[in-house]
């Protein structure tokens, strides 16, 4: 068998795993709710044109379509970036759109720039590029060795920061500031605590130990990610090429679809901030025994994030039934893990709220403002406010204009 025929096998498999998560990705917009699914939806279509292109530069079924030519290495770089973000969101490190992420633009037109030239070209100038290169290049280097080598900069960039937050989210105690403590708050990890035969806690270190044991393992797997992606770059051998991206795009559908489906592996490594008063004795006879606490902080911050506390009628009761646990359970862990009353701590954020309505809301009035922000009285407003920032509103608004 030569090297024409086991090439042509090869990228067989590319269209086959396209064909895969085309269809994985109907099945997953189909019967999955979760308003994640649909970043990783796009993200396996950005994988699926990738094979797809593939097989079609390999097999020379590229020449039928002359428009998608040079469409790859900018896609090729559209597609690092998006699938970066779907992990920054999955991961629960930011949400997708926000300005951090205009940033990134930039990474994108850079190499539109460098390829705008060549989907100028017509059709069959595009073709007699295609069939030139296609001789001694890959499908990288199909818009020259510039936009080649600035693909995979951009490529060993995004993974290596990929990489980083993979340990930083499950492998917190390997970074330095995973083991810094603060001067108000301790850190307490739900898996440490277990109960003994006098119904206290006790803190077992095993798995801490266990943890620092197996290091090597992101660190390793991280250096083995880059040899391979640079072997990728520089070993001049088609077939070996053409298999790496292969696996590369195995582990991504199969990590995504796995953090939908069992969210719970978010929550390894994961340490919960507690109060400095924090005392083991008042955990142990609280309502907090066989409650996660890592989903509790997770749903509360969505929550939030959804801006619950705008609603006038929100309560205790209500709250706890979102979060599907009990009132006693929910006050439990405002006072031991959150160190506020339930009270407290709406009004917080109905206050930083009010703020900013201050601010960009010039034509409402300060009794607007308060309503607006959750609050179901002028008064109940104008008294919280005074407490927590010190001035009145009207005050506060005045200051903000001063700036």
Known sequence: MNTQEILLQIVGIHLFLGISLILISIVLFIFVTKSKVYLVITSL???TFAHFYYYLYY???LVNFPNLIFAYPI???AGHVFLFHTFLKILM???FWNRRTLLHLPVLLIQMIQVAPLLLLDEQDKILSYRNQREHSTPEGIAGWKAEYYFYGIAIFYIS??????????FPNLLSQGNQKSKNNKMIDPEYVRNDSNNEIKLESKRDSKIHKFTWIPFSSYIVLILSFLSWMLVPNIIFHVIIPLAFSIFVPVFLIGLIFFPYILQLGVQ?????????????????QNLDLVALENKIHQLMEDKIYLQEDLNLPKLASLCKISIHQLSAYFNLIKGVKYPDFIRKYRIEEAKILLIERKEWNTTRIGYESGFNSTSSFFEAFKNEVGISPSEFRKISRTR
Do not use: E, W
């Not at 920061?161 to 499950?170: D, E, G, P, R, Y």
């Not at 919960?272 to 907090?288: E, G, R």
């Open 45 to 47: 279509l950005l994988l």
């Open 59 to 61: 097999t020379g079924y």
């Open 75 to 77: 896609l090729n770089i």
């Open 93 to 95: 490190f930011r949400n």
């Open 161 to 170: 920061f990929t990489m980083f937050l993979f340990i930083k989210k499950f």
């Open 272 to 288: 919960i901030s507690v109060p400095s008063d924090f005392t083991l004795p008042k955990y142990a006879k609280s309502n907090l």
